[in-house]
């Protein structure tokens, strides 16, 4: 089989497909300033889910401390 029958028969998945939770949880990892610069961007949901309260109960700042970013 070729890559390109491969490619045919997978399926394409949408990531608005999934619930807002999971996507939360993706978010949630990918750090502050990657919420803040890019991920808000992506989507209307996205952004919606980026700011949300709990999204930023904690923020860790350490690296700012040192200089790090």
């Given at each position: 089989?070729?890559?390109?029958?491969?490619?045919?028969?997978?399926?394409?998945?949408?990531?608005?497909?999934?619930?807002?939770?999971?996507?939360?949880?993706?978010?949630?990892?990918?750090?502050?300033?990657?919420?803040?610069?890019?991920?808000?961007?992506?989507?209307?949901?996205?952004?919606?889910?980026?700011k949300?309260?709990?999204?930023?109960?904690?923020?860790?700042?350490?690296?700012?401390?040192?200089?790090?970013?």
């Amino acid at each position: 089989m070729v890559l390109s029958e491969l490619n045919l028969k997978q399926e394409e998945r949408n990531w608005l497909d999934l619930p807002s939770d999971v996507t939360f949880n993706i978010l949630n990892r990918i750090g502050m300033v990657d919420i803040l610069e890019n991920a808000q961007k992506v989507c209307t949901a996205w952004r919606k889910i980026c700011k949300d309260p709990t999204m930023w109960r904690v923020i860790n700042m350490i690296c700012f401390f040192f200089g790090i970013i």
